[in-house]
């Protein structure tokens, strides 16, 4: 069992950055692949962003390429999601999520494939 708390989100004008922060519980966090979700309102929950456990592969959705960064700190069993030059449609509700894998390079962006989910954290961008 693993249960994750996001925290880091807030508002911000377009252009600047955030931070989010994951962090989880459980002895077996390294083994777990994180996944970075977001939900608009009235629209679908999207993939945003993954790290395998061994932190040596990431995955990015092409709509925030080059402008976020995912990382994980395995001592601290923390995620993070670094986003810069923010718009307005990046706001969202964001989820961290953790997916078991016996694979330490593999990840998934299907939301279906992660067993454990945080609450959100509201990311809110003004133009």
């Known amino acids: 069992q693993v249960q994750l708390v996001e925290s880091g989100g807030g508002l911000v004008q377009a252009g600047g950055s955030l931070r989010l922060s994951c962090a989880a519980s459980g002895r077996t966090f390294s083994r777990y692949a994180m996944g970075w979700f977001r939900q608009a309102p009235g629209k679908d929950r999207e993939f945003v962003a993954a790290?395998?456990?061994?932190?040596?592969?990431?995955y990015y959705a092409d709509s925030v390429k080059g402008r976020f960064t995912i990382s994980r700190d395995n001592a601290k069993n923390t995620v993070y999601l670094q986003m810069n030059s923010l718009k307005p449609e990046d706001t969202a509700v964001y989820y961290c999520a953790a997916d078991p894998l016996p694979d330490p390079n593999i990840i998934h962006s299907g939301a279906e494939r992660y067993d454990y989910w945080g609450q959100g954290t509201q990311v809110t961008v003004s133009s």
């Open positions: 790290i395998s456990w061994s932190g040596a592969n990431t």
